[in-house]
């Protein structure tokens, strides 16, 4: 199976500031890689798909890159309603895989 | 709009059985291939089964395969799973998840709880 490791585990930032989580996929998923939104008590939310593609309604301040391996989602000017947790996913095959999870929480 | 609403989870001992539902409305639900995902206390996400849009092909979580079955009954919108053998690890909030093939999990339900307790 495919694991993912995001770093870091927990992000502590200010409203406005520029921020960056990385994921890492144990082989190559080519740009099959998503990423997802989740507030205390809600549903997981879709942000980006195909690695850099934004989910229609998302705010334009998120983008996603990368290909293969290693993945990254930027918020450009952290916002308030953007503290919380954020998921990589991966998917390749028949097999589904999120990402342990990185808590972007207010320093 | 998309909904998903999951119903069916709530106390049940080690050894037991239950079922979850997931109705689906404002789609086509026959064109979709779905998914349940859990999410343990506190814990982050983790993927539990596929089906296909005609329910022909289904795949498992190594945690869950030999115990879970998904299905599903186009006729009436609604997915299932049914869940035998419950361990207390299994203890989590259970989503369903439209899978918008073969990008990503597009729209999930709210979640039903289940707590496996003696």
């Known amino acids: 199976d495919i694991q993912m490791t995001q770093s870091p585990s927990t992000l502590s930032a200010s409203v406005g500031d520029r921020v960056t989580i990385t994921c890492r996929a144990s082989?190559?998923?080519?740009?099959?890689l998503a990423w997802y939104q989740q507030k205390p008590g809600k549903a997981p939310k879709l942000l980006i798909y195909?690695?850099?593609s934004l989910e229609s309604g998302v705010p334009s301040r998120f983008s996603g890159s990368g290909s293969g391996t290693e993945f990254t989602l930027t918020i450009s000017s952290l916002q308030p309603d953007d503290f919380a947790i954020y998921y990589c996913?991966?998917?390749?095959?028949?097999?589904?895989?999120f990402g342990q999870g990185t808590k972007v929480e207010i320093k | 709009q998309v909904q998903l609403v999951e119903s069916g989870g709530r106390v049940v001992q080690p050894g037991r059985s239950l079922r979850l539902s997931c109705a689906a409305s404002?789609?086509?639900?026959?064109?979709?291939?779905m998914h349940w995902v859990r999410q343990a206390p506190g814990k982050g996400l983790e993927w539990v089964a596929v089906?296909?849009?005609?329910?022909?092909?289904?795949y498992y979580a190594d945690s869950v395969m030999g115990r879970f079955t998904i299905s599903r009954d186009n006729s009436k919108n609604t997915l299932y799973l049914q869940m035998n053998s419950l361990r207390v690890e299994d203890t989590a909030v259970h989503y369903c998840?439209?899978?918008?093939?073969?990008?990503?999990?597009?729209?999930w339900g709210q979640g039903t709880m289940v707590t496996v307790s003696s």
């Open positions: 089906i296909s849009y005609d329910g022909r092909n289904k």
């Open positions: 195909k690695a850099s």
């Open positions: 082989q190559s998923i080519s740009r099959w």
């Open positions: 998840a439209r899978f918008r093939d073969p990008d990503a999990f597009d729209f």
């Open positions: 996913q991966q998917y390749n095959s028949c097999s589904w895989t």
């Open positions: 404002g789609f086509t639900f026959s064109s979709y291939a």
